[in-house]
Every structure is written in C-alpha cells, then in structure tokens.
C-alpha cells in the first residue's frame, strides 16, 4: 500500500514530484518505511518549489502501476527543473521498515513557503508513507479588498497552539479543511463531574 520502484539497472534514481495540499512553511518530513524490510529506500533527498499555477507542465498521472513515466511525462518533468531545485534535505540514509525502526523523521529549518516537492529515492526501493509537516500559507495576492476569508483555517495558516483537553478528537480539527465528516472529525472534551 506504499510506493516502491523496480530495481535499477541502469545508472541514477528514482523520484516523484507532489504538489502539497496546503502551500506552507515544512518544519519536518517522515518517511515512514513500515513493511518494507528488505526493499526499502536505502537513502532519500528532498527539494522544494514554490510554483505559480502557469509554471505547473504536469498533470496527474494516471494509477498505472507497473508502468514507468512516459517520455512526455518525463519532458514535462524537466520542463520544471525540479532536479535544480532547494535541497529542503539532503541525501540521508532512512531505517528498515521493522516495527522499532521504521519512523524515519527530519527537521527542517526553512522560513520559506512551498507548493511542490520532489522526493528522490537513491537508488529505488519503497516507502509506505510520506508525510510533511508545516503551517500552511495562503498567498494572499490573490484575494479582493472585499472578499472574505475564514482567517482561522488550516489553509490559511491557522495553527491550534494549545488546549485543555482532547478526549475525542484534536482541536486542530476545528479549523480543517472542508465540512466533516464525522464526530470524530470535531473536537469534543470530556464531561467536568
């Protein structure tokens, strides 16, 4: 359930290129390696950019597993120079995807805000989760004198800096993305006797 490359027979490595959900400031990344023992990513890089919506020159691809990039997929790719891009980390060694060594976390001191990454894996191998941890921020630019906007929301850089209780749900949840789902993706404290 993870993503993990073919082995490589020819010189270089593998990479991928993630628009972020929220543009932000990243503090960390965790490649986690879980399940992935003896095929996991030896060693991963990764580089940031903050594009414009005219910069972008890919699409998503498709869910086609077993399948390499197409040369157009990869002239798209080059297009953006990723491979030029700000070393938010540099090559380092993750663990093995054993219980008691699979969380492979790293900080990262940028003051920057991002919108894409490029992860590369040296030279192949797998990675079961991918997870960047920041503050969003939205680029306010783009917004009217007159518009309003949910100051508060994750999107926007809103960030839950304390609380007194969680019993159920984080109050973090408070101000996600969208409308919820469920109870458990509110806040509720428990009951004072």
């Not at 941890?133 to 960030?159: F, K, T």
Request: aromatic share 10%.
């Amino acid at each position: 359930d993870g993503w993990e490359t073919r082995r490589k027979r020819i010189p270089g490595h593998d990479w991928c290129i993630i628009e972020l959900g929220v543009p932000g400031i990243i503090h960390g990344f965790e490649a986690d390696t879980r399940f992935f023992t003896g095929n996991y990513a030896p060693r991963i890089s990764v580089q940031a950019a903050c594009l414009k919506p005219e910069e972008i020159t890919l699409q998503p691809r498709e869910d086609k597993i077993g399948t390499a990039a197409s040369d157009e997929e990869l002239n798209a790719a080059d297009k953006l120079k990723s491979q030029k891009w700000n070393h938010l980390l540099k090559m380092t060694e993750l663990k093995p995807g054993y219980a008691e060594s699979s969380h492979n976390y790293f900080q990262v001191n940028s003051k920057e805000r991002w919108t894409h990454l490029r992860l590369n894996i040296y030279p192949d191998g797998g990675i079961a989760r991918f997870k960047i941890y920041g503050i969003g921020q939205r680029d306010w630019s783009s917004c009217g004198p007159n518009d309003l906007e949910d100051l508060l929301s994750m999107v926007n850089g809103g960030v839950c800096l304390g609380y007194s209780d969680a019993h159920y749900g984080h109050p973090r949840n408070l101000i996600g993305i969208g409308r919820a789902c469920d109870m458990g993706d509110g806040w509720e404290t428990a009951r004072s006797l």
